[in-house]
C-alpha cells in the first residue's frame, strides 16, 4: 500500500551543525504534511506542518522543504542542541481525510 | 494546553486477559485516535472516532476494539491479549478544525506475557 518513509532510519550529528532529515512519500494525493519529534518517555509532539500549495515553511530553528515533483519531504534543524536528540517523523494526510500516516521515524543523535 | 492523558504508563497482562486502555483528553477535541508504536514500523492506525459513539477502523484493528461513549474518553479494548500485542500504544486527539492539533499522550508500554 502507499505510505509514507524515511530514508535513514539514523543520523549523528555534531553539536551546532545543521541537520537534515528526509522523509519520501508514495501517496500523490497527500496534500498535507507534518513534522513530530518524540523524546524518550514522552508521545510525539508537533513541530512544523506544510500544505502542497507551499514549497518551502520556517520556524523556530526550523525549515520544512517539500518537492512535490519527487515526492520528498525534509526538515532541517539548524544549530543542532542536544535537546534535540530524538526520534523524528513525517505524516502525510489527504486534506479530507481524519487521519495521519506516519513514516517509520529516524532517531537524530547528537553528539557534544 | 492541551492535555491528553493515557492512564497507565505500564502494563503487564498475561495471554488471554482482557485489556482495557483508557485516553482521556480535556479539550473537548471531536476526534481521537489509537495508534501502535513498533521498531522500524513507525505509528500504525489501529482505531480512530470521529465523535461520540462513532467509530472506524484503521490500518490494523484485528484483535482490537474501541468505546467512545463520551467525547473525552476513548478506550482501547483488546479482547483477548496475545504477545504479538506487545507493544507501545499512543493516544492522540484533535479538534476538527485545526490539521496541526493532533495531540498525543505519553503512551502506554503494554507487554503480553
Known amino acids: 500500500g502507499e505510505s509514507v518513509g524515511l530514508h535513514l532510519p539514523t543520523l549523528s550529528v555534531q553539536e551546532g551543525d545543521n541537520s537534515i532529515i528526509n522523509c519520501a512519500y508514495s501517496?500523490?494525493?497527500?496534500?498535507?504534511f507534518i513534522w513530530y519529534k518524540q523524546e524518550s518517555g514522552k508521545g510525539p509532539q508537533f513541530i512544523i506542518d506544510i500544505r502542497s500549495n507551499m514549497d518551502k515553511r520556517q520556524g523556530q530553528r526550523v525549515t520544512v522543504l517539500l518537492n512535490k515533483t519527487v515526492k520528498h519531504l525534509s526538515l532541517q534543524i539548524a544549530a543542532t542542541q542536544p535537546g534535540d536528540s530524538a526520534v523524528y517523523f513525517c505524516?502525510?494526510?489527504?486534506?479530507?481525510?481524519?487521519?495521519?500516516?506516519f513514516g517509520a521515524g529516524t532517531t537524530v543523535t547528537v553528539r557534544a | 494546553d492541551v492535555k491528553v492523558t493515557q492512564s497507565s504508563r505500564y502494563l503487564v497482562k498475561r495471554t488471554g486477559e482482557k485489556v482495557f486502555l483508557e485516553c482521556v483528553q480535556d479539550m473537548d477535541h471531536e476526534n481521537m485516535f489509537w495508534y501502535r508504536q513498533d521498531p522500524g514500523l513507525g505509528l500504525r492506525l489501529i482505531y480512530f472516532?470521529?465523535?461520540?459513539?462513532?467509530?472506524e477502523k484503521g490500518d490494523i484493528p484485528e484483535g482490537y476494539s474501541v468505546s467512545r461513549e463520551k467525547k473525552e474518553r476513548f478506550s482501547l479494548i483488546l479482547e483477548s491479549a496475545s504477545t504479538n500485542q506487545t507493544s507501545m500504544y499512543l493516544c492522540?486527539?484533535?479538534?476538527?478544525?485545526?490539521?496541526?492539533?493532533?495531540?498525543f499522550g505519553s503512551g502506554t508500554r503494554l507487554t503480553v506475557v
Open positions: 505524516a502525510e494526510r489527504k486534506w479530507s481525510d481524519y487521519k495521519l500516516s
Open positions: 501517496n500523490s494525493a497527500s496534500d498535507y
Open positions: 492522540a486527539s484533535r479538534p476538527l478544525d485545526r490539521d496541526y492539533g493532533y495531540t
Open positions: 472516532s470521529y465523535d461520540v459513539k462513532m467509530k
